[in-house]
């Protein structure tokens, strides 16, 4: 750490005080010449105003002018400890917060410098002392110039590097911000349906516990079996929270195409770049436009995700939750990108358990997904003509705000919400680009 004295560093005021005393003893030294001690009087105060040229270069430059002109007014002549006229100089020239102070102050030093050639008492002719004078006051003048340039440049480069710290620490807290986000979504996917499908056949179990035992038993086989894929799934979220992933160039693809995204319950996801008009942004909006790319994201460990090729055994589940759920797939779909892939899982997971809460075991539920050349439109659609449940579901989740989530990653739609014949509808379309954008 600098010490520092009245607010400036140490060294810097042991350095204007040395100049300082330097030319106090030149205006010692100048009492037996012309003038007498009143010449050393000027001296001395030109000394004293120059511990100052640091912080105020201005009135510093404008106290050693007016003492230098009272040497032409009394006509001593250029004196020794006129040193002080171009530390004076220099200092306002490199130190001013404006330069045009360093210019005017360099204007009024060639009007002294001609003053003072003037009244040199020398053989030859004025002006050859007026051409020494002026090219010593220029050559201080540009070499000031010069360090001040210098000095600002250093300035904006210190400026830049703190601007661009405080632009890292904000993005640092933006991300963190976005992972918890991220973090709650995946938590809800992974909690929400499966309590969903525990508590409507717990319920379910309970009343028919005493009329039918195998389908009691059969019920909490379900919940069972629910129970422990959520608790696998949890695991799964919490031990990438935990674990640090790989770093370098190389690490995105150390783990194939899934290492190249990320993970979701089973891992993590990273920032992306979105499709037409989508944004970049954590969580399944890594390589949202295009899907992986061969160099991946740095730091995603490889580990299981869901994706489409896993929605028949989604739906099996929730068919053994008692719903009727019909499944069609049309177009081509080819090579998703694996973050759209995970997308369309959840959003499908979300939908079924919105229809298993709202419409009740025994709706009937019918799935559309098409693929277009560049977009995916899912539909889900239930009848509402389920057994209600015994309980109802609470209102105010997170399902639909998530689902706007995902989908406006890749400039996508939501429409949600009940039909006029009955049931509920819940569909979304995602676009998407099959060649990843490049940086």
Not at 87 to 92: E, F, G, K, M, R
Not at 99 to 110: F, M, N, P, Q, T
Not at 247 to 276: N, Y
């Amino acid at each position: 750490m600098t010490r520092r004295i009245l607010g400036r560093p140490v060294r810097s005021v042991v350095f204007d005080v040395a100049v300082a005393g330097v030319v106090a003893l030149l205006a010692v030294a100048a009492a037996p010449t012309v003038g007498g001690w009143k010449a050393s009087v000027v001296g001395l105060a030109m000394a004293v105003v120059l511990v100052w040229r640091r912080v105020r270069p201005v009135a510093v430059t404008a106290v050693v002018a007016v003492l230098a002109f009272s040497q032409v007014v009394y006509g001593w002549g250029p004196l020794p400890y006129d040193l002080a006229v171009l530390v004076a100089l220099y200092s306002v020239v490199k130190y001013a917060d404006r330069l045009r102070d360093g210019i005017v102050a360099g204007i009024v030093a060639a009007v002294g410098v001609v003053l003072a050639a003037v009244q040199t008492q020398s053989p030859a002719a004025w002006y050859f002392s007026a051409i020494y004078y002026g090219l010593v006051t220029g050559a201080v003048w540009l070499v000031a110039l010069n360090v001040r340039t210098r000095r600002l440049y250093v300035l904006s480069l210190e400026e830049r590097a703190a601007t661009l710290e405080r632009e890292r620490e904000a993005e640092a807290r933006a991300a963190v911000a976005e992972e918890r986000t991220r973090i709650a979504r995946e938590l809800h996917d992974v909690v929400a349906h499966s309590m969903a499908v525990m508590i409507v056949q717990a319920d379910g179990a309970r009343f028919m516990i005493d009329q039918s035992p195998e389908t009691a038993r059969n019920a909490v086989r379900i919940v069972a079996d629910t129970g422990r894929q959520a608790l696998e799934d949890m695991r799964r979220l919490v031990g990438v929270l935990r674990e640090p992933g790989p770093t370098g160039p190389e690490a995105g693809v150390a783990g194939g195409p899934e290492a190249a995204v990320g993970t979701d319950a089973g891992g993590t996801t990273g920032a992306g770049r979105a499709g037409p008009g989508g944004r970049a942004g954590g969580g399944d909006r890594a390589e949202a436009a295009g899907g992986p790319g061969p160099e991946g994201l740095a730091g995603e460990p490889a580990r299981r995700r869901p994706s489409v090729a896993e929605l028949p055994a989604l739906l099996d589940r929730f068919r053994a939750a008692g719903l009727r759920v019909r499944f069609v797939a049309t177009g081509t779909s080819g090579a998703l990108p694996q973050a759209l892939e995970l997308t369309v899982y959840r959003l499908v997971q979300e939908a079924l358990t919105n229809a298993l809460k709202h419409a009740g075991v025994g709706a009937t539920v019918e799935v559309t997904l098409a693929h277009d050349a560049d977009a995916v439109v899912l539909d889900v659609v239930d009848d509402g003509r389920g057994r209600p449940a015994v309980t109802p579901a609470p209102s105010g989740g997170h399902g639909l705000v998530g689902m706007r989530e995902r989908v406006s990653v890749y400039d996508g739609s939501l429409a949600a919400g009940p039909r006029l014949a009955g049931g509920g509808r819940c569909g979304r379309g995602c676009r998407y680009r099959r060649t990843p954008r490049r940086r």
